[in-house]
């Protein structure tokens, strides 16, 4: 095997023999050979297309296979080899509405996936250029972000066809060896841009369906009774959940990036959304283990589990691990066995944090903040987020916003404010100093505070007393880092590793062109050089 998508890999340079993330081998070559499938598809599709066939179901299985790739998504090599079949199916039927015939034909049994799989290879398994191999992969990795984005918007009824046939450019295009260092600069930059419709789609499902969110105090304890945790990331199943639970006595607790789903109106309005337990994902381990109720697993961020609680995980969705049960939509299963489990015995009075801070909730009171920097009294704004991780280096953003002075306002999203989501660092004139705008899926309220704080001060973003501190480990923050790339947004820092997948000359792209740098050895030294 060979993987380097994520920010854990291993000695920053690629996993060859299990992933870190816990991803065995055989499962990182099936990922390979599925892409390697997918290309095969995306041409009949592009081809298909130009002859007026419909493509959309090969739109929507390839948003959803490359999910399927992400990390800590799928650890099963049987759901991959499933995968690779369907895909094959898709290409066929659609070269059958033209010429020619499907190139790529999966051997019938997993193993012979496997064996084929290593044959073929990765695909960056090439002589070319290094720098344009590393352009490649930003490219496909930010692509398998945006199929992500694609996918739990589309769960809610929102796509656009222009974001599936982005993902067949991208599949297609890595396999014409003509494509220049430019040309996978402008494929890459493009990424950001489709990423952009992607996550406009997510906000118009979530707040379509759900309603916007609102400021809201969400208890970080619990009560007596029979319990059931959800993780991941998808509204969707909180709302069936709830919904197939209501009336049984039994409580739900989110955990790591569910948390702000408690700030939508449609969730919040059910009494046995009881709190948040737990923190990021890489403390599952512990967290889930301690947890006295079923678990269901949506979407993405799964470590594979443990024994002690093996029987009581659920996954839904995209997400599978060899052993553990698989729901869809119906979770009676879920619901026996939490009923069967012990819940939680006592009550503890945990602290609560405040969540819901989306661009509306925000942008209500921006004659406030506005006020506030004309008179001084906030002096700069932190867009501190992104994702959490494992590996040593990531306490920089606790020291970050603990160390960040009293005149300024720390924005936060996804699972890395769970370094700090519990500090209480006060207020400025009644506005909090830190603000929690969401999940990693709402990078898009995030871009849309910027844009409108930077129309209502007459300037562009890159002109507003706004630095943005970045956290990444996975594909999904590769594709928000391309969206704020393509909105030519300059000066990011990002930490705590840079990908291993760059190159030297395409960091210096990066650096000439957008003054991207990594965070440095100290959060204190960092505010110093931005504050002046």
């Known amino acids: 095997m060979f993987c380097n998508q994520c920010e854990q890999t291993a000695r920053n340079t690629g996993c060859t023999t299990v992933g870190v993330c816990g991803k065995k081998g055989e499962v990182a070559d099936l990922q390979d050979l599925l892409v390697h499938a997918l290309k095969d598809l995306a041409a009949a599709a592009i081809d298909a297309r130009s002859r007026g066939v419909d493509i959309m179901e090969a739109g929507r299985f390839t948003a959803e296979a490359l999910f399927a790739t992400l990390t800590n998504v799928d650890f099963d090599p049987v759901s991959f080899g499933n995968r690779i079949d369907d895909a094959a199916g898709l290409t066929s039927r659609l070269r059958a509405d033209g010429s020619g015939t499907a ?23 090439t002589n070319r250029d290094d720098d344009v191999t590393a352009l490649q992969q930003t490219t496909l990795y930010g692509a398998k972000g945006v199929a992500a984005y694609a996918y739990h918007a589309r769960v809610l009824g929102y796509e656009d066809p222009a ?6 450019k991208v599949l297609a295009a890595i396999q014409d060896t003509n494509l220049d260092l430019g040309a996978w600069v402008g494929l890459a930059l493009e990424c950001g841009k489709v990423n952009l419709r992607a996550m406009e789609l997510l906000d118009a499902g979530n707040t379509g369906v759900y309603g916007h969110p609102e400021p809201t105090a969400v208890d970080l304890g619990h009560r007596p009774g029979k319990a059931i945790l959800i993780s991941g990331h998808d509204l969707r199943d909180l709302d069936l959940l709830l919904a197939q639970t209501e009336g049984l006595g039994i409580d739900v607790y989110t955990h790591g990036e569910m948390l702000p789903t408690h700030a939508y109106p449609a969730l919040k309005k059910y009494a046995h959304l009881a709190g948040h337990y ?38 839904t969705g ?7 049960a698989h729901v869809e939509d119906d979770y009676a299963a879920v619901i026996a066995k939490a009923v069967s489990m012990p819940g939680f015995t006592d009550s503890t009075q945990g602290t609560t944090v405040l969540t819901g801070f989306g661009r509306n909730a925000v942008l209500s009171v921006a004659p406030a903040v506005i006020d506030a920097v004309k008179s ?74 910027a844009v409108a704080l930077a129309e209502a001060f007459e300037t562009d973003v890159n002109s507003l007393p706004l630095s943005m501190i970045l956290s990444w480990y996975e594909q999904k923050a590769v594709a928000i880092l391309l969206t704020l790339l393509h909105l030519g947004i300059t000066g990011i820092r990002l930490g705590p590793s840079l990908p291993a997948f760059i190159t030297p000359a395409v960091l210096q792209v990066l650096v000439d062109n957008f003054g991207i740098r990594p965070i440095g050895e100290s959060a204190e030294a960092d505010l110093a050089e931005i504050l002046g």
């Not at 190139?103 to 398994?125: C, R």
């Open 163 to 168: 974001v599936y046939e982005y993902l067949f």
């Open 278 to 315: 737990g923190t990021a994902w890489q403390n599952q381990h512990r967290e889930f283990e301690a947890f006295p109720g079923a678990i269901l697993m949506t979407t993405n961020c799964l470590t594979p589990p443990k024994d002690s609680y093996k029987d009581r995980i659920f996954t």
């Open 318 to 324: 995209p997400v599978r691990f060899p052993g553990v």
């Open 376 to 449: 001084g009294a906030i002096r700069h704004f932190f867009l501190v987020g992104g994702c959490d991780g494992a590996k040593p280096g990531r306490n920089y953003y606790t020291d970050f916003v603990e160390k960040a002075p009293a005149d300024t306002v720390v924005l936060t999203l996804a699972c890395g404010k769970f370094r700090f989501f519990d500090k209480s660092i006060g207020d400025i004139g009644g506005i909090p100093r830190l603000l929690d705008v969401g999940q990693c899926n709402d990078a898009y309220s995030a871009v849309q505070i």
């Open 103 to 125: 190139t790529f034909v999966p051997e019938p049994t997993v193993e012979g996936k496997i064996a084929q799989a290593l044959v073929i290879g990765s695909p960056w398994d």
